[in-house]
């Protein structure tokens, strides 16, 4: 149940992504869908390898460097998920920084349902 919710939380993170960022384009629900599984994969696979690598640039760089890493990982989900595409790197950058913000906000609320229950 708790990966379907992520999926959901992804997937709404996207499309507010695709709307409100140019240069990130989804052609279709099936697409949508699709992708935000891909990045959920990719979320939970490479991206713990490659911020361990990466940890002593994250430093360095007083965390900044956390957002490249997070628009490197939706630049490569979207080379791999069909009818999902980005611009340029700075599209991706932003649209996680968007994705993460909306996908705060939406487990902030599902969690605060969940004590209601």
Same mark, same amino acid.
Do not use: C
């Given at each position: 149940?708790?990966?379907? +919710?992520?999926?959901?939380?992804?997937?709404? =993170?996207?499309?507010?992504? =695709?709307?409100?960022?140019?240069?990130?384009?989804?052609?279709?629900?099936? @697409? %949508? *869908?699709? =992708?935000? %599984? !891909? /990045? &959920? $994969?990719?979320?939970? /696979?490479?991206?713990?390898? %490659?911020?361990?690598?990466?940890?002593? !640039?994250?430093?360095?760089? +007083? &965390? #900044? *460097?956390?957002?490249?890493?997070?628009?490197?990982?939706?630049? $490569?989900?979207? @080379? #791999?998920?069909? &009818? *999902?595409? $980005?611009?340029?790197?700075?599209?991706?950058? $932003?649209?996680? !920084?968007?994705? @993460?913000?909306?996908?705060?906000?939406?487990? +902030?609320?599902?969690?605060?349902?969940?004590?209601?229950?």
């Amino acid at each position: 149940m708790k990966f379907v +919710l992520n999926w959901l939380v992804n997937a709404v =993170a996207l499309w507010v992504a =695709a709307k409100i960022v140019p240069g990130v384009f989804v052609e279709d629900t099936d @697409s %949508l *869908f699709i =992708a935000a %599984l !891909i /990045i &959920g $994969l990719v979320n939970a /696979i490479i991206r713990p390898i %490659l911020a361990f690598v990466t940890l002593p !640039i994250t430093v360095i760089t +007083l &965390g #900044l *460097f956390y957002f490249v890493l997070n628009g490197a990982m939706l630049y $490569l989900a979207a @080379s #791999l998920a069909p &009818g *999902f595409a $980005l611009e340029s790197m700075w599209s991706a950058i $932003l649209a996680a !920084i968007v994705m @993460s913000v909306v996908a705060t906000i939406l487990h +902030l609320f599902v969690k605060g349902r969940k004590k209601r229950d």
